[in-house]
């Protein structure tokens, strides 16, 4: 709310104050979300900050399996050059996962 009524510095203080709670209290999607919250309001004043909170945030939801974030951010508005950085491991994440069979789940 405070992005959307141009106080885009109070914006960014009180997500960095979110990111540093939620990384205390060991929070990974929280840290995740709000790294990418960051990066849209950074992208607004200053698109190179922007782009590395972005990075960030790509990072954290790739450590928590979340592709589907990791795409959703890529579609924010960005350059296209960038945008295909932020896509640019999604397949290798989605390769990485190796879930059980139903077989191996039935031994449990």
């Not at 990974?28 to 992208?43: F, H, I, K, N």
């Not at 607004?44 to 399996?65: N, S």
């Amino acid at each position: 709310m405070l992005a959307a009524e141009g106080q885009l510095s109070a914006a960014e203080d009180m997500l960095r104050d979110v990111v540093q709670r939620a990384e205390a209290h060991q929070r990974p999607q929280l840290v995740a979300e709000a790294t990418r919250d960051l990066s849209a309001v950074l992208r607004r004043g200053a698109a190179l900050r922007g782009q590395m909170a972005a990075r960030m945030a790509k990072a954290a939801f790739t450590r928590i399996g979340a592709e589907g974030e990791v795409r959703s951010l890529a579609r924010q508005g960005w350059e296209e050059d960038f945008a295909a950085e932020l896509r640019g491991s999604l397949a290798p994440l989605h390769a990485r996962r190796s879930w059980p069979t139903r077989g191996a789940m039935r031994r449990w």
